[in-house]
């Protein structure tokens, strides 16, 4: 299992496409940081980024290794955790992306974007249409 921190610096700049459909989208780069870091089975297929939130309570094995937290202002997601955000008017399938340091105010992610495909970065987000997000259960 590697660190967070080996995690990003192993696929900092890279296009991970875990799945080898659709190019590298924001969803491979979490679901390769579930495999190499959280070391979990991984949870079926999704038609967009936010059915991982939204549809939490429909996927067994999901629930079994990951715990749903909703946004509330002033919540802060730890480090590691899937930040999951919601559809917009630009963006039907909402976005996923992995936490590594937040504050009330904002939260640093490590992402890709599937429409861009210009592989995986660290970027700085409000919270502005958070759902909120999924950790790994604590065994």
Not at 66 to 77: E, K, L, Q, S, T
Not at 100 to 110: D, G, H, S
């Amino acid at each position: 299992m590697k660190s967070l921190q080996e995690f990003v610096d192993a696929h900092f700049g890279s296009k991970v496409d875990f799945d080898g459909a659709y190019g590298a989208q924001c969803v491979d780069l979490v679901r390769q940081c579930w495999e190499e870091v959280w070391d979990v089975p991984q949870p079926p297929g999704v038609v967009g980024a936010t059915d991982f939130f939204t549809k939490h309570e429909e996927r067994p094995l999901q629930k079994q290794y990951m715990d749903r937290h909703n946004y509330a202002a002033g919540a802060v997601p730890p480090a590691g955790a899937a930040v999951v955000f919601g559809p917009t008017p630009v963006n039907k399938y909402g976005h996923i992306g992995i936490c590594i340091n937040a504050t009330p105010k904002a939260v640093q992610l490590f992402e890709q974007d599937g429409f861009r495909q210009d592989g995986a970065k660290i970027t700085y987000r409000n919270y502005d249409n958070v759902l909120g997000w999924l950790t790994k259960k604590e065994v």
